[in-house]
C-alpha cells in the first residue's frame, strides 16, 4: 500500500510540474535560424573605415563605389571576401589614392555574418555604383576555403585583378 501511494504522489507531482511548465511558441525561430544583423557587425568595421563608410584619407580606403565596382565580378567578390575573412596588407589603391595600410582579418565572423556585413556595406555604406548582387553564406564560404592559405599580404596582391584601380 506504502509503494500505490508513493507512485500516486509521484504521478500528481508530474503532473502539476508539467501544468506550471511555459509553453513554446513554435513560432519563434531557433538562433541558429535568425540572419546576423550586417549593420550591427559594420560597427567593427567603422572603427576605421567610419561610420559612413568614407574611411580616413591615406590611412583607411573609403568602401563606396570602390566595393560595388568590386562585386560585379566574381574575382571581386572573392577578393572582398577574402578581405574580410583573411584581411589585407598594401600597397593598395583606392579613388586613385594609395593605402599601404593593413586591415586584421575578422577570422572570427562566421559565413553569414560576412555575407550580412558585405551586403550591408554595399547596399547601405556603398550608395553609389552598379547594384549589388546580394552576397550568400554559401558563396562566402567557398571563397574563404579558397583562400585559407593566403595571407593579407597575398590578398592585397589580388587587388588589382580584382578590380582594383
Known sequence: MRAAALLTMASGAAALLASMALPVRAETPAAADVAPDGAVIYARCAACHTRTGAGVPGVFPPLGENVRTKAVSDAGRRYLTLVVTRGVSGPIK???KSYAG?????STLDDASVAAVLNHVGTVIA???PA???FTTAEVATHRASGTSLSAQDVGKLHAAAGGQ
Open 94 to 96: 583606392v579613388g586613385g
Open 102 to 106: 593593413v586591415m586584421p582579418a575578422q
Open 127 to 129: 550608395t553609389t555604383g
Open 132 to 134: 549589388l548582387r546580394p
